[in-house]
């Protein structure tokens, strides 16, 4: 281990609702539909993020209609197989999903898609797992994340399956992607910056497989990063560029929210305006549009990681600042059609 490794933060600790309360903006676009294709509940560390919480910040005056739950490793069963046990998360969303699918909690969709995990390390043994998470999500499985973010220079990677370097070249791991593509399943895939030439490497070698990258692919700010930012950018930008040569990927835009980015928001005395964080983000995200297209690009809450850095009004209003130049058919699909056809959403 290196001798300048350090142990990762807590991307959730710390959350200051007295200090997110401060922040209060005029929503762009109120009736603009946004279908959110990223976001968690759990109950971890002392900070639950449940059903209620979010919709707190969902409905903060933005129109989200519908959104994707994202694998986080909540309510796992506690017996049975062990590589059956993240099927637990599959009935928690179930279950949440018919609470809004019952309107009883407002016109919002949430978790009308699942996306969930399986540890692809298993293999061509992974098939029964994917079935049964397909039982029990109620219709709304799409697909696998696995994480694969890895660094050596950090004591505790951010990926809660604590992944070994080179994961995605792994080849009885590919075995299980191959397994996932023939299921007709997604892989929502999650690295640090310099390992976006493993999920070009992926996709080109699965070039039927859709395939999104999670949060703008990780640029790092922190640690051995820091004070770093122009040479970093040099490098995903270059490696982002080479990604969008595959066309079976796409690209969620945010995830520069979370503490591990590196921009400091949540040591301000004051949280960050939407204008702030556009004009933080709009290198990475104009890059991405750029070289992806909008058909290709989702923007993403990331919530509640990246509520250590704003409000989900602010956020969104951010998000609408970068898009403001987009023409309406390029705006239907960052923020909402390019999500509902990547997870097929009706």
């Not at 951010?158 to 995605?168: A, E, I, Q, T, V």
């Not at 075995?175 to 976006?196: C, E, K, N």
């Not at 949280?271 to 549009?289: F, G, K, M």
């Amino acid at each position: 281990m290196s001798a300048e490794a350090m142990v990762m933060p807590s991307l959730i600790s710390g959350l200051d609702d007295a200090w997110l309360a401060r922040s209060h903006e005029e929503i762009i676009e109120p009736d603009l539909p946004i279908c959110d294709p990223h976001h968690h509940l759990w109950q971890r560390d002392g900070h639950p993020y449940l059903l209620t919480d979010f919709l707190l910040d969902a409905g903060s005056g933005h129109n989200v209609v519908s959104t994707v739950y994202l694998e986080c490793g909540s309510f796992y069963r506690t017996q049975g197989p062990p590589e059956q046990r993240s099927v637990g998360e599959a009935e928690f969303v179930a279950g949440i999903g018919a609470m809004s699918d019952s309107g009883c909690y407002g016109a919002s969709r949430v978790a009308a898609a699942f996306v969930g995990y399986a540890d692809l390390r298993l293999g061509a043994r992974v098939a029964p797992v994917l079935e049964a998470l397909a039982a029990a999500a109620g219709g709304r499985f799409r697909g696998v994340r696995q994480a694969a973010a890895w660094d050596p220079g950090f004591v505790i990677a951010s990926s809660h399956g604590r992944p070994d370097p080179g994961l995605y070249r792994d080849a009885i791991f590919r075995q299980g992607i191959a397994v996932l593509g023939r299921m007709g399943l997604t892989f929502d895939a999650w690295v640090y910056h310099p390992q976006i030439s493993d999920v070009v490497d992926l996709a080109r070698t699965f070039p039927e497989l859709p395939v999104v990258l999670n949060h703008v692919g990780g640029p790092i700010g922190i640690g051995h990063y820091a004070g770093r930012r122009d040479e970093v950018f040099a490098d995903w930008s270059a490696a982002m560029r080479d990604l969008s040569a595959c066309p079976n990927v796409h690209v969620k835009l945010g995830g520069l929210g979370s503490k591990r980015a590196g921009f400091g928001w949540h040591e301000r005395p004051e949280p960050p305006t939407s204008q702030e964080l556009a004009n933080a983000w709009r290198p990475y995200v104009d890059t991405c549009i750029e070289a992806f297209g909008a058909g290709r690009c989702m923007f993403e809450s990331n919530f509640p990681v990246d509520k250590a850095s704003c409000t989900y009004a602010a956020l969104w209003n951010a998000f609408k600042r970068l898009a403001s130049g987009a023409s309406p058919a390029e705006k239907a699909d960052l923020f909402r059609d390019t999500a509902q056809r990547f997870y097929r959403l009706a």
